[in-house]
């Protein structure tokens, strides 16, 4: 490596930032897009459910044998707490 002249090195660094650059951007945008509050996540979802609708897919859960009589109290009762 050391016949490189200061061309060699120059052009090397340039390569290396401009990667630097392009990295930096992505993770900039993908801060900046999760910052948004119409980002979607699973989560964003699940709380913009209304009351009523939670309650109907969990009487479908029990309906169909899916959770326990104690997890349907319990997620009953969590979501009308959430009033």
């Known amino acids: 490596m050391g016949s490189f002249s200061i061309w060699h090195w120059l052009i090397v660094l ?3 930032g401009i990667i630097a650059a392009v990295i930096s951007a992505i993770v900039w945008l993908a801060k900046r897009a ?5 980002a979607s996540a699973a989560g964003t979802t699940a ?4 009351t009523e609708s939670r309650l109907v897919e969990l009487d479908r859960l029990k309906s169909q044998q899916l959770i326990t009589d104690a997890e ?7 979501i009308l707490s959430d009033l």
């Open 14 to 16: 340039v390569f290396f």
């Open 47 to 50: 709380a913009l459910k209304t």
């Open 72 to 78: 349907y109290t319990q997620r009953r009762t969590q």
């Open 34 to 38: 999760s910052r948004k509050p119409g």
